[in-house]
């Protein structure tokens, strides 16, 4: 089964819990969900999200790619957002069980806006009883 949801970001660089909203596209039985992000300013990953952990990871991201001269003939400006999707990635292969994800005790899934706010379409894909 394939398809396409979008999430809204509301800010220029925020992480977006969407750990339910995945879980509600996923009908019964048990198998694998791929996720793929069809876009090169944001990622997916999963995070633990006590308070201000969403904070902690953006000002983490902030300093792990240095402030260059960019050469991105686009929009040099966001050249930074290009290469954090690039390091953290698009895509997430879970399994799932009885119509969830199964996740580790605090893991949450997130989009990771890097460039925002825009709208962001991901594409689920379940694979069934592999």
Not at 89 to 97: D, F, N, V
């Amino acid at each position: 089964m394939n398809k396409i949801i979008t999430i809204e970001t509301t800010n220029q660089r925020e992480i977006v819990d969407i750990t339910d909203t995945i879980n509600h596209e996923i009908i019964g039985g048990e198998g694998l969900c791929h996720l793929f992000l069809l876009h090169t300013t944001a990622a997916l990953t999963t995070a633990d999200l006590d308070p201000g952990t969403d904070l902690d990871i953006l000002d983490a991201f902030s300093r792990m790619v240095p402030k260059l001269k960019y050469r991105h003939p686009h929009d040099p400006g966001h050249a930074w957002s290009h290469i954090m999707s690039s390091l953290v990635g698009t895509s997430l292969l879970l399994p799932y069980q009885g119509g969830a994800l199964i996740l580790g005790t605090w893991q949450r899934l997130v989009l990771i806006e890097l460039d925002g706010p825009k709208e962001r379409q991901i594409i689920i894909t379940t694979f069934r009883g592999i």
